[in-house]
């Protein structure tokens, strides 16, 4: 059945107001040393006409990883495509972690030769890092990172130490770009698996952040102290099939895992901004090891995935008021499936989820959602290596240069074909911008204008909801010569009815 709304400005009421650099992203630590991380897929796979399936192993999915990961060079973060396609996103926080920032030396006195020391399983040099530092300041981002917390640095007894903080928060700030804020660890609720040392416990955890927070707090009072970085847990369902397991099964692929309040629970360092990780389930590349965790593309566009975000969000929002009080919440990875991304994470059939993101997070919570990543696997804004952009990249642009910091109640309850959010323009005129999803695949929705406006519509090209390219009012979003970024403007709209086509995001001005 069609959906219809009506549109009218002049009632909506006020929700909040948010962090203007909401929409962030990741670069992974083991992008910027180099290393192993997840295989792209084939154009077949993308496109849907190819099968993804990878024999489950009965050593585990560690023995899977040899079919499913593969080593790449460091990015190169001087490259100018990259820059400037970055630098179009506005202001933002670059959060450079991840599990392989756990395991991480920092050899910044070029003494190890590329040998990670016993304990550690990766090497950061000198000029790995100020890469970094010179794109952070390049594209006018703030800094946050993870630090190491692994057998090369203590024992599950021994208390942690910052020796190693200490050379990437100094060197920072002797460069100019501080850090500006640190969660401790990336998801420290798969304790062992995230490569914390042998035989730690929650409780060695709540030690620890303790004494990284004083740390930082002591040497560093500029930083904001960020946790606990939890992914899974906490009651969150994820998954197709999350009844039996609540998790979605994400917590099958370690060993040992705890809640939020095995981690904060008698901590005496309060936080600053309160995070946790979400994604809605597990991609086709760990699908046959967590059935339960894996959507199926054809679920990409319904209501209970679309809602996974959501649910994240308010789950969490209750134990950030009780662990981080008037702070805002963080979502510091976010993307569509664990594993790398789904086949479709780089089509058009993704950004329905990225949009309802958006748009639901600021009617819920203020906070930063960090995309991962910007460019590294199937899920990155940008491919990697060429760094062209992905349908998503154009989607969070158009949010970007439309939606303002102002959250208005839409007054239209979510539901399928009529998923509306409203903030203040960000051109700063008189009036609203609306997003309204079209998340129905068979039916149109009818919308009442009432005045003219500005539209802007986007789909998979040629009706291709799973298409690499993302068409805005029926005109292709690729880059130009010179890698220009092409242009997007809007049609003009006259008031009255107008019909938004299925599987579409459309964007008024009014």
Not at 67 to 79: F, S
Not at 189 to 208: S, V
Not at 237 to 258: F, R, V, W
Request: charged content about 20%; hydrophobic content about 35%; aromatic content about 10%.
């Amino acid at each position: 059945m069609s959906e219809f709304i009506r549109l009218i400005p002049e009632n909506l009421k006020k929700i909040r107001e948010i962090n203007p650099m909401m929409m962030s992203y990741n670069i992974e630590f083991a992008e910027v040393t180099g290393g192993t991380f997840w295989k792209s897929y084939t154009p077949g796979q993308i496109a849907g006409t190819e099968s993804f399936y990878v024999e489950p192993s009965a050593e585990g999915i560690a023995a899977m990883y040899k079919d499913l990961m593969q080593v790449y060079p460091p990015i190169n973060l001087y490259d100018e495509k990259l820059r400037s396609l970055a630098r179009e996103l506005g202001p933002v926080w670059v959060r450079v972690s991840g599990t392989w920032a756990t395991k991480t030396y920092c050899d910044f006195d070029g003494t190890t030769n590329g040998e990670a020391p016993e304990g550690y399983l990766n090497v950061l040099t000198k000029e790995q890092w100020i890469g970094v530092l010179d794109f952070v300041k390049a594209v006018g981002a703030k800094l946050m990172i993870s630090v190491a917390n692994c057998p090369g640095l203590h024992s599950a007894d021994e208390p942690w130490n910052p020796s190693e903080a200490e050379k990437i928060f100094s060197l920072s700030k002797q460069y100019g770009v501080p850090i500006h804020a640190a969660e401790f660890a990336n998801e420290p609720n798969i304790m062992e698996d995230t490569g914390f040392p042998k035989g730690y416990t929650p409780a060695d955890y709540r030690r620890d952040q303790d004494l990284f927070f004083a740390w930082v707090r002591k040497n560093y009072p500029e930083c904001l102290c960020v946790g606990p970085c939890t992914t899974g847990g906490d009651n969150v369902s994820m998954g197709k099939s999350s009844a039996d397991q609540k998790s979605g099964g994400i917590e099958q692929l370690a060993k040992n895992t705890c809640n939020c309040a095995d981690l904060m629970e008698g901590t005496r360092e309060p936080l600053d901004v309160f995070s946790y990780h979400y994604y809605n389930g597990v991609s086709e590349r760990l699908a046959s090891v967590v059935p339960s965790g894996h959507w199926d593309a054809a679920d990409a566009v319904t209501e209970p995935y679309l809602q996974t975000a959501l649910n994240f969000a308010r789950t969490y929002a209750p134990l950030r008021d009780k662990y981080c009080p008037g702070g805002q919440m963080w979502v510091t990875e976010s993307g569509d499936a664990g594993g790398g991304g789904d086949t479709w994470a780089s089509t058009y059939l993704d950004v329905l989820r990225t949009l309802n993101e958006l748009g639901g997070f600021a009617a819920i919570t203020d906070g930063v959602i960090f995309h991962n990543t910007l460019a590294s696997s199937d899920y990155g804004f940008l491919a990697r290596q060429v760094f062209d952009p992905r349908p998503n990249y154009f989607a969070v642009l158009l949010w970007n240069r439309l939606m303002e910091t102002t959250v208005y109640d839409s007054g239209e309850e979510i539901r399928e074909g009529a998923h509306v959010f409203v903030h203040s323009r960000k051109d700063g005129k008189d009036g609203v911008a609306y997003l309204i999803i079209n998340n129905s695949t068979t039916e149109s929705t009818t919308v009442e204008l009432p005045k003219e406006a500005q539209r802007y519509t986007l789909a998979g090209q040629e009706g291709n909801i799973r298409a690499t390219v993302m068409t805005l009012n029926g005109k292709p979003l690729v880059l130009g010569a010179q890698n220009a970024l092409p242009a997007m403007e809007p049609e003009t709209q006259a008031a009255g009815r107008i019909e938004l086509a299925p599987g579409t995001c459309t964007f008024l001005l009014l």
